[in-house]
C-alpha cells in the first residue's frame, strides 16, 4: 500500500489508538502528585479521595477504551470489506474530533451535563454509521 492509498479511516484509527495509548498519562501524573499517603501500589487509588480532574482523567480513559474498541473493529471490517466512501470518511474524522474534545472536557471540567453526555452520543452515533457503512459494503 503506498502512502497516496493510505485511507484516511486508518490514519485516524491509528491517531485514535495513540490517543488511548497515551490518555493515561494524565491519571498517572495526577496520581503522582497526591500528597496523600497511602499503599503506593493500589490500583486504582481511592478515587474518591483524589483531586476532581485525577477520577476525570481516569474516566476518560475508560470513556474512550469503551468507544475505540468497538470504532476500530467496525473501521477494520469496512477496510476488509472495500466499502470506504465520503460517509466513512468523514464519520471518522468527526469521531476523532469527539473524542479529543471529550477527553479534554472531561479532564478539564469543562464537558459538564449535558454536554459530555451528548459528546459520547454523537460517538455511539458514528459507530452506528461505521456499522451501517458495514452492511452496506456487504451487500
Known amino acids: 500500500m503506498t502512502p497516496a492509498s493510505f485511507p484516511t479511516e486508518l490514519g485516524v484509527l ?3 489508538a495513540l490517543l488511548a495509548a497515551s490518555l493515561w498519562i ?7 502528585s497526591e500528597t496523600a499517603a497511602g499503599d503506593t501500589f493500589q490500583r486504582p487509588g481511592d478515587l474518591s479521595q483524589m483531586r476532581p480532574w485525577v477520577h476525570r482523567a481516569y474516566r ?3 470513556n474512550l477504551i469503551e468507544q475505540l474498541l468497538p470504532f476500530a473493529i467496525l473501521v477494520l471490517l ?12 468523514w464519520t471518522s ?3 476523532f474530533w469527539l473524542r479529543v474534545a471529550h477527553a479534554a472536557g472531561m479532564i478539564s471540567g469543562f464537558a459538564r451535563m449535558p454536554l459530555r453526555p451528548m459528546i459520547f452520543t454523537a ?9 451501517y457503512a458495514v452492511f452496506a459494503a456487504r451487500f
Open 14 to 16: 491509528t491517531c485514535l
Open 78 to 89: 469496512v477496510d476488509r470489506l472495500d466499502g470506504f466512501n465520503a460517509l466513512t470518511y
Open 60 to 62: 476518560a480513559h475508560l
Open 26 to 32: 494524565p491519571y498517572i501524573v495526577g496520581v503522582n
Open 123 to 131: 460517538g455511539w452515533v458514528c459507530c452506528l454509521i461505521m456499522g
Open 93 to 95: 474524522i468527526i469521531f
